[in-house]
């Protein structure tokens, strides 16, 4: 990444998830240079982050870690960076964390002449149009955060009202932008993408099912890179499961893998999971 290390944009990846998952929950509390989040009982926001770069956790800290979530009976989740110190793994797996999943951190420069349109291997898909949603119309708002969790959801499964809240939420951040793709008056796909730092975030893309394979997602990527030119961006950053869908058309779009990052959790009876 040329004027980015790998550790930088680990710092700033995690910085600004402990920072969105403090801003969005309903209780939250500072950790070290991180965040303790809680969003509700199963919430994705559920979680600690953006800690063990700067030093280690102390026992004390380490210990404070587990009773947040668990006094409020969920298990204690963490995400971290390969870059935190093996003295913070050892304090975890000492407490009972076990690994629950891997995440992959692709980058890529935005340089003042992009054109991210020009990359998309089968072009514009035919008849589909990427809009950008206003913030203050809550009919849109609503079904933005609808389409986009709904790749994230069993088929069938209702979106819970407690992720449309906190959907809601994350829209009207000031740094963050959402993004319907529709084909006519049809919302086909969504993404939103979070600028702060002289970065772009992009997450939360979910396609329809019957549009998939059409590159969708690739015109959603290419809309929220050129978003993030216009709020003065460098550097863009999406995080991706380990071989799917989002993986291969980011990497299609000029995105190289940074880091892995690892979310751990600590399961208890009586504690419930999060998603």
């Known amino acids: 990444m040329n004027d980015w290390s790998f550790t930088d944009i680990a710092h700033l990846v995690e910085r600004k998830q402990a920072v969105a998952a403090a801003e969005l929950a309903l209780e939250s509390r500072p950790l070290a240079e991180g965040w303790l989040a809680f969003g509700g009982r199963g ?32 298990e204690p989740r963490v995400e971290l960076s390969p870059f935190v110190s093996s003295s913070l793994l050892d304090g975890l797996a000492q407490r009972g964390f076990v690994l629950q999943r891997f995440g992959n951190v692709m980058a ?9 349109r020009a990359m998309m291997p089968l072009g514009w898909p035919e008849g589909v149009t990427v809009e950008r949603v206003n913030p203050q119309d809550d009919a849109a708002v609503r079904e933005y955060v609808e389409v986009s969790e709904s790749g994230f ?4 499964e209702p979106l819970p009202p407690e992720f ?16 319907v793709a529709r084909l006519g008056r049809e919302a086909i796909g969504a993404g939103g993408c979070e600028s702060s730092g002289g970065a772009t975030a992009l997450f939360g893309t979910s396609v329809k099912p019957a549009w998939r394979g059409r590159g969708v997602q690739q015109a959603l990527i290419a809309a929220r890179l050129e978003r993030g030119r216009e709020r003065g961006s460098r550097l863009a950053v999406i995080i991706s499961g380990p071989g799917i869908p989002t993986e291969r058309n980011a990497a299609r779009l000029g995105f190289e893998m ?17 998603s």
Do not use: W
């Open 43 to 74: 919430s994705y926001v559920n979680k600690a982050c953006g800690f063990g770069h700067e030093r280690p956790l102390t026992e004390a800290e380490l210990d404070e870690l587990v009773t947040f979530f668990t006094v409020r009976g969920v």
């Open 164 to 179: 449309m809240e906190i959907g809601i939420k994350a829209v009207r951040r000031p740094v963050q932008d959402a993004f």
């Open 108 to 116: 890529r420069k935005i340089p003042e002449n992009d054109n991210p």
């Open 153 to 156: 959801l069993q088929d069938g």
């Open 258 to 274: 940074a880091y892995s990052r690892v979310t751990l959790v600590k399961h208890g009876e009586g504690l419930m999971p999060s």
